[in-house]
């Protein structure tokens, strides 16, 4: 049985979803010689008995905080596109849109969060330029020029062969995702287009990808165990990621969490598969810490979309643009503490994501079969891992950007908040312009 498109969001014929089943295939096969066993199909279906279950984690970035702590993790992952594209690496990234409040003072106005796959989008914009079109017309509001899309020198992305319009989305929408391939065509890590990054229409963090996500779970799916005076007992989180030196992985909220699900079906014998469809998706939102002016946010501020109920891949959080209102009149209320809601890292805090994934009936698990592992089962110190030396870089080029002067947090963040509209804006009417373009060309052709 084939996947279905992620979270059934589009009515796809069906070469495009053998295009998408044959991605997730080659992700399968990719891993398969090194990872692959009885415990991991990479077929939906896993029997009569089988039974679908949720894995989740929260949203907001784990890394950041273990290495500098909650304040910085916050800040830094709240830096614009820099922040998402070195941070968020947890299956979810998020934009901030911003406007001007009536004194024009420059202000958060709505949160957009996507866990949409890059790989499906590619897929689509290689085999199916106006599908991915009207995709973007549809969350937007506005159809893009295809120069938007796939670069300013492509006017009409029909007159590409499929490898080129390839490199050349990827290019400017979804950078080459650790594709090596793409890599090799000069495709750079992260997107150099504005559409995708002053929005956040899907993701593009290299980790963020189908492949990371069938790597963890087919890494887990494996019964791990350690040898006890009264026989064999579950391996921990700690022996498992240290005995085959990726520790750093359990620093994150995803990888634990898929790969421990995983590795617990797989002790009792159980087949681990995707259920249909395959997808990262929004599970629960705690809108309730939210509040504005002492009641709760209007339900119409919540705003899911891209998928069937429970398969969402796609939040708004936040008033629309004829409302008076912006994010930071929100209130996050958590316990006894009350804070303003300052961008989308307090949003994806509350917000849990994660893939369903269908377990088969458990069966008997042989000594051959059986991962016994020896290592420490000591606590991982996330604060010293390798990656914490990124961050606090990332830290440095924040607070040189801030200015080394030392003035009022709200001067701070205003000035700060004014760069990144004004960039933004900048982005907009190039933009514009280049949908003027686009329409000009067309009026003179016809």
């Not at 949409?116 to 989008?121: F, G, H, P, T, V």
């Not at 080394?404 to 701070?412: F, N």
Request: glycine share 8%; charged share 20%; hydrophobic share 40%.
């Amino acid at each position: 049985m084939p996947y279905d498109p992620p979270g059934r969001a589009d009515h796809l014929p069906d070469d495009l979803i053998g295009r998408w089943n044959g991605l997730v295939q080659a992700a399968h096969a990719a891993h398969e010689p090194t990872l692959g066993s009885r415990f991991f199909s990479p077929e939906p279906d896993t029997g009569a008995d089988a039974t679908t279950v949720q894995v989740g984690w929260f949203g907001d970035p784990a890394e950041p905080g273990s290495c500098l702590g909650p304040e910085a993790a916050e800040q830094l992952s709240d830096w614009g596109v820099r922040g998402r594209h070195v941070l968020h690496n947890e299956y979810c990234e998020y934009a901030v849109q911003m406007a001007a409040d009536t004194d024009g003072v420059v202000r958060p106005k709505r949160v957009q969060v996507t866990t949409e796959l890059s790989e499906y989008w590619l897929m689509l914009a290689t085999w199916s330029p106006p599908t991915v079109r009207d995709l973007v017309e549809s969350m937007l509001g506005v159809q893009p020029a295809w120069q938007e899309l796939y670069g300013p020198g492509v006017s009409d992305p029909a007159a590409l062969d499929p490898r080129q319009r390839t490199v050349a989305f990827a290019t400017y929408m979804a950078g080459h995702g650790g594709n090596r391939d793409l890599a090799a065509a000069g495709v750079p890590a992260q997107p150099i287009g504005s559409l995708n990054a002053a929005n956040a229409l899907f993701m593009t963090h290299p980790i963020n990808g189908l492949d990371d996500l069938l790597y963890i779970v087919m890494f887990g799916a494996r019964p791990y165990v350690r040898q006890t005076p009264d026989g064999v007992e579950p391996a921990s989180r700690e022996e498992i990621f240290r005995a085959f030196d990726v520790a750093h992985l359990a620093c994150r909220h995803a990888d634990p969490a898929a790969a421990m699900a995983a590795a617990g079906a797989a002790v009792a014998g159980r087949t681990v598969a995707f259920t249909n469809p395959l997808g990262m998706y929004l599970k629960s939102f705690t809108a309730d810490v939210f509040a504005l002016d002492g009641g709760p946010v209007p339900e119409e501020w919540v705003r899911f979309s891209r998928g069937e109920p429970d398969r969402f891949q796609r939040l708004e959080f936040g008033p629309g643009d004829s409302d008076p209102h912006f994010l930071d009149d929100i209130t996050v209320v958590l316990g006894d503490v009350e804070k303003p809601l300052r961008g989308g890292f307090q949003v994806v805090r509350q917000l849990e994501v994660g893939p369903f994934v269908t377990l088969g009936p458990e069966s008997p698990v042989t000594d051959g079969e059986r991962v016994v592992l020896q290592g420490s089962d000591e606590p991982i110190r996330c604060n010293e891992a390798g990656v914490c030396e990124s961050i606090r870089q990332l830290r440095t080029e924040f607070d040189q950007e801030q200015g080394s002067i030392r003035i009022a947090p709200r001067t701070v963040a205003r000035n700060a908040m004014a760069r990144n509209a004004m960039a933004r804006n900048a982005m907009a009417r190039n933009a514009m312009a280049r949908n003027a373009m686009a329409r000009n060309a067309m009026a003179r052709n016809r």
